[in-house]
């Protein structure tokens, strides 16, 4: 993989089932993201964003084609490999949050790094160093995600995606449940952090307001890549 490369994908398919009835979700797809870059991948449902995110973080395997993340070549690795890449060079921030509804703000965004083994003491001072980053207030931090808004859920799970340095950060519809107001501010804050903290961001979205955060935007249709695009200059600046 060059070193140039945060993400690639060298024609890549995938099918699921066999014969008459096997279904294509992906047909012949190369992609490549550049360090740095803010990538949105938009498309309506049932294109194979989904798809492409699942073979991006390793969950599946291409049925042809090679994947590769931060310099390694996916199908190469052991299932322990991939968990751990997961972990540790990938975040992953989702529409419906999935934060533990039973943890704090806080406990959430340190579980990962317990995980990893990291002493409790210093897990807590980078979740609270990486709640900060992400905008979330010192009161709200004790507080459990049914006592947030939607838009404080989500800051909760960009800082339990970003507390382990990933390089890389895919998210998969981070708007999807918010208003039009709040979901403006999570891109905003999904562009400072790929401006101010250099990530790598895979944005997907059926959104072309939410793609407009991008520097580039691949279209996706019928597991296809329909079309390359940047931004407009307009959509660029935010107005």
Request: some cysteine.
């Amino acid at each position: 993989m060059p070193q140039t490369s945060a993400i690639l994908l060298e024609r890549v398919c995938k099918r699921y089932g066999t014969g008459p009835q096997a279904v294509e979700a992906l047909s012949d797809v190369s992609l490549r993201v550049a360090p740095e870059e803010f990538l949105s991948i938009i498309g309506p449902s049932g294109c194979g964003k989904s798809t492409l995110l699942n073979l991006i973080a390793g969950i599946d395997t291409p049925t042809s084609g090679r994947v590769w993340v931060a310099g390694h070549e996916l199908a190469k690795l052991s299932d322990d490999a991939r968990s751990d890449l997961r972990l540790q060079r990938i975040g992953f921030v989702f529409q419906s949050f999935n934060l533990f509804p039973t943890f704090t703000a806080e406990e959430n965004v340190t579980w990962p790094l317990e995980f990893l083994g990291v002493h409790w003491r210093e897990a807590r001072e980078r979740a609270d160093a990486t709640l900060a980053e992400v905008g979330l207030e010192n009161g709200t931090r004790k507080r459990r995600p049914a006592q947030l808004s939607g838009g404080e859920q989500q800051r909760v799970a960009i800082a339990r995606a970003l507390v382990t340095k990933p390089r890389l950060l895919v998210a998969d519809e981070p708007t999807g449940n918010l208003d039009s107001r709040t979901g403006q501010s999570i891109l905003d804050l999904l562009r400072f952090l790929n401006k101010e903290e250099h990530l790598s961001i895979v944005l997907v979205t059926h959104s072309s307001v939410a793609a407009s955060y991008g520097h580039r935007i691949v279209e996706l249709q019928d597991g296809r890549i329909l079309r390359e695009s940047t931004p407009s200059l307009a959509a660029v600046a935010g107005v």
